[in-house]
């Protein structure tokens, strides 16, 4: 029997079920309904008032890389006189400047976004951009404009006038609408911008009282929420077109900041190539005015040669021998101007500083061409970071140590050169030896004249040179093109992309399932009180019979009229008990025995109760109140002090000088527990009590016994062999699954006779227990909101 007991224990134990556990929650479906109520409600509280709509800005363009194509290819026609050949870019190199902190701050400057209108809500206050009814113009700014926070608070008094406030409340003073304000940051003037004052009808509201906060924002703190906020992205990698984008409350300033950036980008990289040019222009002209007084001085020399010497033509004359030496001659020219020209070079290249270009396309050694454009390219790199940096940067040091090595190399490049060109020359001179024994009949003012018309030869190739170097140059200043070009320009989408509505709605609506969710599991997980059938069924194989739901009249009898479920419950309870009666031979009273765990579960409310149900069926009933040591009886029938503890303990009284009959019942008789002995155990072992029940058994139906709760005193166990059937009363929402094992074993080791379980005071509104009461009506005079909760 051990055994088969154990096995019903594990059995019941392993036992799971899902649809109670979905039950578990369902029943507090209504908590599930606020916390959803309350969620959605606090999320539309906190997108209506606690957040600003952020709008996302998109522009592309499309930038000059050399490896993928892009605008650089429409000045292709030019490229055949030497242009663009240092104008390098990448687009990793102009994504990084794009996003550079002095282009940033560059585009806020020009706008003036440090400057910030707020207007007053009564919940919020919004940002106001191009709608805002004035506009402030700092001059003469101070040092400290670009560094301070600070602001101002401006109220308008009428169509001219308005009221002036600092950040600390403080009246600053009433003026007029374009008046100059002097202030420590610099001249401060408010204009009001009567087209915002218009409404649909044309009726303007220039008089109407406005008030409007103006903030001054650093300039540094300003830049870095903008250069967060901007993303600058390639949209592949074999293109050179760029996404640009911005997230900000202000669609118009979103897109006037894309498009101002784009802006100074371009003129920036203009200026760049600009410089190059502009300083190659300088140079050529120096050049030209030194080689214009050089080519006056030779012709002049030429003049007064002829002249002096009456010469005519002589070429004409030595025809015949020049024919042959006409190819040499041009070569002597050629290498004589590029000797003059690499001179002219190494003296600049010596003299020159380290922020100093040096002049390119001037040399025809495509190798020095190219280190000479390194060179620039390294020199613009060093001059553009000086200006937000200092000489000590690491950067700027790494750039001079190559700048230095790239010049020395210049100048190794310019000595090869010129080197090979004297190599040349001097090879020239030799064949010239050569050629002059064959032209030795040419006289001598020939030869003279040759020396002179050679040198007016070379001032002039040089002088045709640099001419056409000039236009050069010129030609790239005048179509000097944007280093991007605009794809598309800056737009702001109607649809904010944050806070994201559906998102955080959704959010709250989990939220207001999850906590109800957690406060009912973590309740359940800490609540170890016995609820359901069930939690007795799984550890005690004693019979069940009934749960008696919570009663709302828990001091008043069942009568005749009682429709509640407690008094279905109960007659279902009796129908029960009449099963496990069989067993008592008729002429003989059925005696019923009530115990429970502790007090306070309702074992005497249930006495009472179910003595008063089984009178109601015609039956002779008598309750006997032998909780001796806490009586409870006079709580529900109005009884006498004296009962069976004052019989227990005399000699000669009659049993029936203490039965008293229950009015409103024909054949219902109460016998009270007395007054309290000091004794109470030694009453209950005395013969008097069996011999009591003898006598009783013969003149009653159905004897009815409320004994003391078994955990704390002995009573019942002294008693138990009295009773035919004992009802063991659990209270629900009170008993410790703990306790259970009180029971348990007295069922298990038989203590109890015929021990049968019924489960006290649930909530059937919770789901614990069936529910009774078909037909039933009954007035439930809880608050409202307990009603509510409670279901």
Not at 388 to 410: H, R
Not at 438 to 446: K, L
Request: glycine share 4%.
């Amino acid at each position: 029997m051990n055994q088969e007991f154990n096995n019903f224990e594990e059995q019941n134990e392993n036992n799971f079920s899902i649809r109670e556990q979905i039950d578990k929650y369902l029943i507090h479906w209504r908590w599930f309904v606020l916390g959803i109520f309350l969620s959605l409600v606090t999320a539309f509280l906190y997108l209506r008032y606690y957040t600003s709509p952020s709008y996302k800005a998109v522009s592309t363009i499309l930038v000059k890389d050399d490896k993928k194509g892009g605008i650089a290819s429409e000045l292709a026609a030019f490229s055949d006189i030497g242009m663009l050949t240092g104008a390098k870019s990448s687009v990793d190199n102009e994504v990084e400047i794009l996003k550079s902190r002095t282009l940033v701050e560059n585009v806020i400057q020009r706008l003036d976004l440090n400057v910030f209108y707020i207007a007053e809500g009564r919940v919020k206050s919004s940002f106001l951009y191009k709608d805002s009814p004035i506009e402030i113009e700092f001059t003469n700014k101070s040092k400290d404009f670009y560094l301070q926070n600070f602001a101002y608070r401006i109220e308008n008094k009428s169509n001219n006038r308005f009221f002036i406030y600092d950040d600390k409340e403080n009246k600053l003073g009433e003026y007029s609408y374009g008046s100059e304000i002097r202030t420590k940051y610099g001249t401060l003037i408010v204009n009001k911008k009567l087209e915002n004052l218009i409404d649909a009808e044309g009726k303007s509201h220039s008089n109407n009282p406005f008030v409007v906060h103006v903030k001054i924002v650093s300039l540094s703190k300003v830049t870095e929420n903008f250069k967060t906020k901007l993303m600058v992205n390639p949209l592949s990698k074999n293109t050179s077109v760029i996404e640009l984008s911005l997230t900000d409350p202000v669609k118009e300033r979103a897109e006037d900041f894309l498009n101002a950036l784009v802006r100074i980008y371009n003129e920036d990289a203009i200026a760049d190539k600009n410089f190059i040019s502009e300083n190659t222009s300088r140079f050529i002209s120096q050049r030209l005015s030194l080689i214009t007084d050089e080519l006056d001085g030779v012709e002049k020399n030429v003049e007064g040669y002829k002249k002096q010497n009456k010469i005519t033509d002589i070429t004409s004359e030595a025809g015949l021998f020049l024919e042959n030496a006409s190819l040499y001659e041009k070569n002597v020219v050629e290498t004589e101007t590029q000797l003059k020209v690499v001179a002219s070079m190494k003296e600049f290249l010596k003299n020159s500083k380290k922020g100093d270009l040096l002049p390119s396309n001037i040399t025809s050694d495509a190798n020095a061409s190219t280190s000479i454009d390194e060179y620039n390219k390294l020199v613009l790199e060093r001059n553009r970071i000086l200006k937000s940096s200092t000489p000590n940067n690491p950067v700027v040091i790494s750039l001079d140590e190559k700048i230095v090595s790239l010049k020395a190399g210049v100048d190794e490049s310019l000595s090869r050169m010129q080197s090979a060109l004297m190599i040349k020359k001097r090879d020239m001179d030799r064949q010239e030896g050569l050629l002059g024994g064959r032209i030795s009949q040419i006289p001598r003012q020939e030869r003279e004249f040759r020396i002179l018309q050679r040198q007016q030869q070379i001032k002039e190739s040089l002088y045709l040179y640099l001419l056409q170097k000039r236009e050069e140059t010129a030609i790239s200043l005048a179509v000097t093109a944007p280093n991007a070009k605009v794809v598309d320009a800056a737009k702001a989408s109607d649809i904010p992309v944050s806070p994201r509505k559906g998102i955080i709605y959704l959010g709250a609506l989990i939220l207001g399932l999850l906590l109800p969710f957690g406060v009912v599991y973590f309740m359940d997980l800490l609540d170890t009180k016995v609820k359901t059938r069930q939690d007795i069924e799984e550890r005690i194989k004693a019979p069940f019979l009934g749960d008696i739901p919570q009663s709302l009249s828990a001091n008043e009898l069942i009568n005749t009229t009682s429709r509640s479920s407690a008094a279905e419950a109960l007659r279902i309870a009796k129908t029960n008990l009449e099963f496990m009666l069989n067993h008592v031979p008729d002429g003989q009273a059925k005696t019923i025995f009530l115990t429970s765990t502790f007090p306070k579960e309702g074992k005497t409310f249930v006495t009472a109760n179910m003595a008063a149900t089984i009178a109601l069926s015609g039956k002779k009933v008598l309750l006997i109140g032998m909780d001796i040591r806490n009586p409870r009886l006079d709580d529900y029938i109005p009884i006498p002090s004296k009962g069976l503890t004052n019989y227990l303990s005399t000699k000669d009284d009659s049993i029936k000088d203490y039965i008293i009959k229950h009015n409103g019942f024909e054949e219902f008789y109460v016998l009270p527990s007395g007054v309290i002995p000091p004794n109470p155990a030694e009453l209950l072992m005395s013969k008097k009590v069996n011999s009591l029940f003898e006598e009783l058994k013969k003149e009653y139906d159905y004897i009815i016994v409320d004994t003391a709760p078994v955990s704390l005193v002995t009573d019942t166990m002294l008693v138990a062999h009295l009773a035919d059937v004992f009802i063991y009363v659990v209270r629900a929402n009170y008993l410790d699954k703990r306790m259970l094992r009180v029971p348990q074993i007295i069922y298990k080791e038989k203590k109890l006779p015929n021990m049968c379980m019924l489960l006290n005071d649930t909530d059937t509104t919770k789901g614990y227990g069936y529910g009774y009461g078909y037909g039933a009506d009954f007035e439930d005079d809880r608050p409202w909101w307990r009603r509510l909760l409670s279901r």
